[in-house]
């Protein structure tokens, strides 16, 4: 059962928050920042070793942001949350294999 942290809590949970590291991966021109290819991707997490990827799952080139997110998590044990604007069940099947931390 989930339990309110006392006040004293608040501080530390903050601090420990900001110095949390994402990397996103997306082919879209906005939201490419700073890997658009599953390629640069594998590169970046580990150089940037982040907390999490949050991971488009077409990627430019024909990437395969699946694909990418396994290699990231078995060589840098790093989780990933897929994030796609394709959320037909053919889409989702094949993160199954990911495995996904999450899906949106």
């Known amino acids: 059962m989930w339990k309110q942290p006392e006040r004293s809590d608040w501080g530390k949970r903050t601090t420990s928050l900001a110095k949390q590291k994402i990397l996103i991966v997306d082919d879209e021109l ?12 594998i590169e970046l997490a580990g150089t ?6 949050l991971m488009d799952i077409r990627l430019a080139n024909n990437g395969d942001g ?6 990231i998590r078995e060589r840098f044990d790093i989780p990933s949350l897929f994030v796609s604007a394709h959320g037909d069940p053919m889409t989702r ?5 990911g495995p ?3 899906f949106h």
């Open 30 to 41: 906005l939201a490419a920042l700073p890997a658009a290819t599953a390629d640069k991707a």
């Open 48 to 53: 940037m070793r982040p907390n999490l990827v």
């Open 66 to 71: 699946v694909a990418a997110a396994i290699e």
């Open 93 to 97: 099947d094949s993160c199954g294999s």
């Open 100 to 102: 996904p931390f999450g």
